[in-house]
């Protein structure tokens, strides 16, 4: 049983790993399984040379002595059986010689079935396995790829600095390799002003991510370039937030938004002002107080270029503790689908205390009601509080 494949149309060219090639199985008995005996280019033997004018023939109808698969002898087939086979582009021809005498009867059509469906079924396996591997090297590239994203997206983040007057502690944890969160801050020395940003990306594909680079990028350029021109505070705030809306805007076409809290703290008096892009409203815990929101309202960055964000002034009093997070922290769910209620792990927090202490209280709550249930969306709390003494910006653990 002979496989002849080549291309339709096709010159014969002078490679022969472009030629037809055959394969050789041979069926010893109605039970025996078919062995593979033989695979030839073509040009490789001087029978096959007559191939080379184009056209397709079959492999040699006899054996010679002593490299026969069937017996020792001279073995020349009785009967001779060709179907054409054609697949997109390429032509074959499966050729089946009977060398016991007779034509081919219904017994050799029996076990011939067997053996195609046997074949077809190997040959599927072999597919699958070529598929598994593709996939497989496919998906080793891909991991590679987001690791270099989230070291990417990583660096995008502050590194740690110390600042007069305010102590920051945050929590960070991507629900991928990468995600659609992020935050940044800047001290704006001639002011003596602290600016902090916290943004979420809508979706959590790696689309997101790229959208965090974006905006990152904007609002350190604004750092660099803008901060110090303004004298007036809230003026700062909201250039900062139509900078940043413009260009995602522009980045983005409609494809992806973000929320974002902006806030703009005078270190000096405590007094500070807020834009919210869309974003969750932040909560501030002040000693002797009941906790409560810091409301605001605006569109979604990269929405509507023609939004102007307006700032709204808000003054510190001296301990008081600031929360900004992002939704993931309300909407991911744990094992028995509960999510965490704002009330309840606000009055786990206590009033007073080192912050760090007091941010890990909050995400305490949050995690042994997750449990190790897998996030759905990343989550991101940053925690500030004034006073005029210097403190450390610090990791929750």
């Not at 496919?138 to 007069?164: G, I, R, T």
């Not at 110090?228 to 938004?257: C, I, M, P, T, W």
Request: net charge negative; glycine share 8%.
């Amino acid at each position: 049983m002979d496989f002849v494949f080549t291309n339709i149309g096709h010159t014969m060219p002078e490679s022969s790993e472009e030629l037809p090639i055959h394969f050789t199985y041979v069926v010893r008995g109605p039970e025996s399984p078919a062995e593979l005996f033989e695979v030839v280019f073509s040009g490789q033997s001087d029978q096959d040379k007559k191939n080379t004018d184009g056209k397709l023939t079959s492999l040699p109808g006899a054996f010679k002595a002593g490299d026969s698969p069937i017996d020792d002898e001279v073995s020349t087939p009785a009967s001779t059986m060709t179907i054409p086979v054609q697949c997109d582009d390429s032509f074959g021809a499966l050729v089946i010689r009977k060398f016991k005498s007779g034509e081919f009867d219904v017994g050799d059509r029996s076990h011939l079935v067997k053996f195609v469906t046997s074949l077809s079924a190997s040959l599927l396996v072999a597919l699958k396995n070529i598929d598994y591997v593709h996939d497989v090297k496919e998906k080793a590239k891909m991991d590679l790829e987001l690791v270099a994203a989230q070291a990417q997206q990583v660096a995008l983040l502050p590194s740690e600095h110390s600042f007069d007057n305010i102590e920051i502690a945050v929590h960070y944890h991507s629900a991928g390799r990468t995600g659609g969160d992020w935050y940044g801050y800047h001290h704006c020395k001639k002011w003596n002003r602290f600016f902090v940003a916290v943004g979420d990306v809508t979706g959590h594909d790696f689309a997101a991510s790229i959208i965090t680079g974006v905006a990152a990028g904007a609002i350190d350029l604004w750092n660099e370039c803008d901060a110090e021109r303004f004298e007036d505070q809230a003026a700062a705030l909201e250039d900062l937030a139509n900078v940043v809306n413009h260009v995602l805007y522009r980045s983005s076409r409609g494809l992806k938004y973000m929320t974002m809290f902006f806030t703009c703290i005078d270190l000096n008096k405590g007094d500070y002002y807020v834009v919210n892009a869309g974003h969750p409203h932040p909560f501030k815990i002040a000693p002797g107080k009941e906790p409560g929101s810091i409301t605001a309202a605006g569109n979604l960055l990269g929405d509507d270029p023609e939004t102007k964000y307006t700032a709204q002034k808000h003054t510190l009093s001296d301990g008081e503790m600031i929360i900004i997070y992002t939704d993931g922290l309300l909407e991911n769910e744990g094992p028995d689908a509960l999510r965490v209620n704002k009330k309840r792990m606000l009055k786990s927090i206590p009033q007073e205390g080192p912050l760090i202490d007091r941010l890990n209280s909050c995400v305490k709550f949050a995690t042994d009601l997750w449990k190790e249930h897998p996030p759905a969306d990343d989550v991101t709390i940053v925690t500030l509080k004034w006073s005029p003494k210097s403190f450390i910006k610090k990791d929750a653990a």
